[in-house]
């Protein structure tokens, strides 16, 4: 009997069991999925993988090609100026005491006649020991007079001549102090008009200070400056493009060359302004022009080009095609077909752009650049 009722309790239990098991498996893996997810989340997030770009290598770039040609093939010398009167000139003292400037009696842009008054030097102590030292020589005159008219024989010759002579010195003297005065008075040396003035009443005044700068505005020409090195190139009668601004480009020759330069000083008075050179037209280039242009002033900037060489259907290539090694002169040829070979050229002139070939290359062929 209790054999039976365990067996029975056993059968009667195992069998509905089945459900209970599933649904327990199912409740585990579904929590195992929870927590699988949840720790997912707790997790941090991985970065996205970056997306580089494609890396196109650099291309090398093609160097320059460059026709052979013919030109008419010039050398220049370059410099620049302004417009100067032909006739101008610097006004100064030339006393080599300090004085001080009584009056400027001109301003800049009176026209002034020859001879006139244009700045004067305060010289009134002079001009007080001038009337004295008259009224000393008229007395010593008078004296010398009444020495010759009562000459008795009592003074010997020797006495007499060193009389006069002491007289004589006296009046070279008196001569001295007129010019002077004479000097502290300055005048214009020609017709024209005054371009400039560079002091004021009251200034202490020296030797060689400028003072005015006098010029006739209707005599006007082209003055220019060259570097040493250029002017030594230079000469009297080449070609010459000017190019004054407002009124285009002239042609003209040139005129004349500047004066050798000076050291500074030598020659000179002493004075404040003895070392100061002196701003004159001798010292430019200039250049007769063909025609000039009307309606221009003094003072007015321009640029000239000097032509040293010219030739006519020149072969030339650019600067930037020719090569150098060693003293070799080179360049690279292309053909039709895409080759290059090197040909050794013999130059003439150069520019800053262009460069003649005497030999080793024809009109129309290309040359390669560095």
């Excluded at 040493?228 to 070609?239: I, N, P, Q, S």
């Excluded at 040139?254 to 404040?272: E, I, N, R």
Aim: with cysteine; net charge neutral; aromatic share 4%.
């Amino acid at each position: 009997m209790s054999i039976k009722w365990l067996t029975e309790n056993s059968f009667i239990h195992n069998k509905p069991l089945k459900p209970i098991r599933s649904r327990v498996v199912v409740s585990i893996v579904l929590a195992a999925s929870l927590l699988t997810v949840s720790g997912c989340s707790l997790l941090p997030k991985e970065a996205e993988e970056e997306t580089l770009p494609a890396i196109t290598p650099p291309k090398l770039s093609a160097k320059p090609e460059y026709a052979v040609k013919t030109t008419t093939l010039e050398t220049k010398l370059r410099g620049v100026g302004r417009l100067m009167s032909t006739k101008e000139e610097t006004l100064y003292f030339t006393q080599d005491v300090n004085r001080r400037l009584k009056e400027i009696y001109v301003k800049t842009g009176d026209a002034v006649k020859a001879g006139q008054l244009i700045a004067e030097l305060d010289v009134a102590t002079l001009e007080s020991d001038l009337r004295q030292k008259k009224l000393q020589q008229r007395s010593e005159e008078l004296k010398m007079i009444e020495i010759m008219r009562k000459n008795d024989g009592s003074k010997s010759v020797e006495e007499l001549e060193q009389a006069k002579i002491q007289f004589e010195l006296k009046k070279e003297e008196l001569a001295k102090l007129e010019e002077s005065i004479v000097k502290a008075k300055l005048t214009a040396p020609f017709d024209g008009t005054i371009v400039s003035v560079a002091v004021k009443k009251g200034d202490n005044i020296q030797a060689y200070d400028d003072i005015a700068v006098i010029a006739d505005l209707n005599e006007l020409t082209v003055a220019a400056e060259l570097t040493a090195d250029d002017l030594k190139k230079a000469a009297v009668g080449m070609e010459v493009v000017v190019d004054i601004n407002s009124a285009g480009q002239h042609k003209g020759k040139v005129k004349q060359l500047p004066l050798p330069k000076q050291d500074s000083g030598q020659g000179q008075q002493p004075g404040q302004g003895q070392n100061k050179p002196k701003d004159s037209i001798d010292n430019y280039l200039l250049v007769e022009l063909e025609q000039f242009p009307k309606g221009l002033n003094r003072g007015t900037p321009l640029s000239i080009s000097v032509i040293t060489q010219r030739k006519e259907n020149a072969v030339v290539i650019p600067a930037a095609a020719l090569r150098t090694y060693s003293g070799r002169n080179y360049v690279q040829v292309v053909d039709e077909k895409g080759n290059k070979r090197e040909v050794d050229v013999e130059i003439g002139q150069q520019t800053s752009t262009e460069v003649e070939i005497l030999k080793g290359l024809q009109p129309g062929q290309k040359v390669v650049g560095r």
